[in-house]
């Protein structure tokens, strides 16, 4: 048992999680939430054929292969190949992108479907997107640069690596590589067929190379994916460390000279969990093919193999470093500090960060540089063809405040709604931020009665169906948002249980509304267990409009019924993001609360006192 385990038994709780707590339909974790995980987000394969369309890889740069034209695509690639293609594929009933859907995730292909925890199921669905769990406004909001929430902070970023050791996990990686070795089988087969086409069949003179560009989307998009991702992790880590490496500077020596004081015992394990954490993104958030083009010299190391030797490496060179700095202080007829001496501490820290540095840039290179982010990049070239504008339509339901209290409310509402985006981040946010827009309708106006959900589901279907015809509607059309009472009390009223929660944790909301919404259907859907209690509304705190729902939805990588799971567990029913076992935890204890609350006015209703 290491020192730090026998003085502070719960620490690795702030760490990255093993995969076996939340991945296999064997996995028992307390308080999870199992849902059935594909592998390969389905929305990768419309993603590659605005790749095989445009050239346009996901960080940005043009291919160089030959593409695919928009004419053809429309022609051949959703229509079954006994419609069109020449050679053996003539007696096939489906189409390509048919057989590409099938091996991400079919009842006619479920081998590599996986039960993942929801939580992880979310951060990886994000990221995927380039979409990270919580932006630069929102850790301000939520006050992880706060020593009091330190170990939330260290679990949103182990969130992001637990996705990584998921998909490096035997179980993950061998589903994630064999979905694409499947896929690109279809593609190399829709090659073929489509190559045999007469130059005027095709509309383009050469053979277009589907399958190579496949690959050259897949190694671009792990390559993104993972340069977000571990840029993200290791900036976060360094706020942290630089924050504690500030605070032991400002600390005093135990008068002993011999002890370690109690608050720099705690400085220097935070920066322990921080030390800890970069190790996990340094060895864990990898992607790859088995192949590539050309064929590298030898096969890739594993993440076990990565994971020891990265460790072995850190000891020596750190030891190497500290060996080096108390040689140069005899040499220099200096001093060797104690062990316990703030300067020989700070030293301490500084040579395990450079030696982290080294070991870090041998084993991955130096940091690689991405554009921006895909789906910024996306929804500027709409807002381009359409109207210059993107967001939501908005309804508001609720009619009893007075001008002047509206006008107060709608200050509040809109500071909340435009304070996302961090340019330094997020690459390209800049391009789109002042285009975000909200159509509002006044429900009184339209005949809407107070709070009829339904009948603002009526109007934006007509409103919707009104558009039909036209370029796409600059609108979100799986979503409308509104305000109830309940979002216009969340502005006026302080939450009774606030201070219970985390910061962050409550706040402002509005309520988004599945427009497609049928509870009939969702009694009937096979997946219902995954969404339990859904009713097509969700609370959605304000700051996550645009930053959050917004890009999931127009990358159509989750929906409403997939974010409720998130909301399902908080007090309030609130989406507040992807949530961290603190969270979780403070969560159920906040109901716990209420469930109190409720017996206490019950028992004294039931008393006949009143």
Not at 236 to 248: I, P, S
Not at 460 to 483: H, R
Request: glycine letters at 6%; hydrophobic letters at 35%; one cysteine or more.
């Amino acid at each position: 048992m290491s020192y730090r385990d026998r003085i502070d038994p719960g620490w690795k709780q702030n760490l990255p999680r093993d995969p076996t707590r939340f991945v296999g339909f064997d996995a028992e974790v307390p308080d999870s939430f199992p849902i059935v995980d594909r592998i390969l987000p389905p929305q990768t394969s419309v993603h590659f054929v605005e790749t095989l369309i445009s050239g346009i890889l996901p960080s940005g740069r043009k291919t160089q292969h030959a593409l695919l034209p928009g004419t053809a695509a429309q022609k051949y690639l959703a229509k079954p190949y006994s419609t069109w293609s020449p050679g053996p594929h003539d007696l096939f009933s489906s189409s390509p992108i048919d057989h590409v859907m099938v091996r991400i995730g079919s009842h006619l292909d479920s081998a590599r479907l996986q039960l993942l925890d929801k939580n992880v199921h979310a951060v990886k669905s994000r990221i995927w997107e380039g979409i990270m769990p919580v932006s630069e406004k929102r850790w301000s909001e939520k006050g992880l640069n706060s020593v009091e929430w330190h170990a939330v902070a260290c679990q949103q970023l182990s969130s992001v690596i637990e996705v990584f050791a998921y998909l490096n996990h035997p179980i993950g990686r061998h589903c994630l590589l064999e979905t694409i070795t499947l896929i690109r089988g279809h593609w190399k087969d829709f090659e073929n067929c489509f190559n045999a086409l007469t130059a005027a069949e095709r509309d383009c003179e050469g053979p277009v190379p589907v399958a190579q560009l496949w690959d050259e989307f897949v190694e671009d998009l792990f390559t993104v994916i993972t340069t977000r991702a571990h840029s993200w992790v290791l900036g976060k880590v360094n706020r942290l460390k630089h924050r504690d490496r500030e605070l032991l500077r400002h600390t005093h020596s135990h008068p002993d000279g011999v002890s370690t004081t109690a608050e720099q015992l705690a400085i220097m394990n935070r920066i322990h969990d921080a030390t800890e954490i970069a190790a996990h993104a340094d060895y864990s958030i990898f992607l790859h093919l088995e192949h590539s083009d050309p064929p590298a010299p030898g096969p890739k190391p594993s993440f076990e193999q990565r994971r020891a030797e990265y460790h072995k490496a850190l000891r020596l060179r750190s030891r190497q470093k500290t060996v080096a700095s108390v040689f140069a202080r005899m040499s220099a007829g200096e001093e060797v500090r104690a062990l316990n001496h703030v300067e020989r501490s700070l030293e301490s820290v500084r040579e395990q960060s450079e030696a982290q540095n080294e070991v870090r840039t041998e084993l991955r290179g130096e940091p690689g540089v991405v554009g921006a982010v895909a789906w910024l990049r996306k929804v500027k070239e709409v807002a381009e063809r359409v109207d210059k504008k993107w967001g939501f339509v908005m309804y508001r339901l609720t009619y009893g405040q007075t001008d002047e209290e509206w006008r107060a409310f709608m200050e509040k509402l809109e500071g909340d709604l435009k304070n996302w985006g961090d340019a330094g981040e997020e690459i390209g946010v800049e391009d789109v931020r002042g285009h975000a827009t909200l159509e509002w309708h006044d429900g009184k106006e339209l005949g809407i009665e107070e709070g009829d959900v339904e009948g603002a589901r009526r109007h934006f279907t007509q409103l919707k169906a009104s558009n039909e015809g036209s370029n796409n509607p600059w609108y979100n059309t799986s979503v409308f948002l509104t305000i109830d009472s309940s979002c216009y009390a969340s502005y006026s009223h302080t939450h009774p249980l606030s201070t219970l929660l985390f910061p962050g944790d409550i706040g402002g909301f509005v309520l988004g509304v599945d427009t497609g919404f049928s509870a009939e259907e969702q009694a009937a859907d096979e997946h219902a267990d995954e969404t339990p209690f859904y009713s097509g509304q969700m609370r959605i705190l304000s700051t996550l409009v645009f930053s959050d729902v917004f890009p999931l939805m127009f990358t159509q990588t989750q929906f409403l019924d997939d974010l409720w799971p998130l909301a399902l567990r908080h007090p309030e029913l609130l989406y507040v993001g992807p949530t961290v076992p603190a969270q979780l935890k403070r969560w159920k204890e906040v109901w716990g609360v209420k469930a109190r609350v409720f017996d206490m006015a019950a028992n004294y209703v039931n008393s006949g006192r009143i």
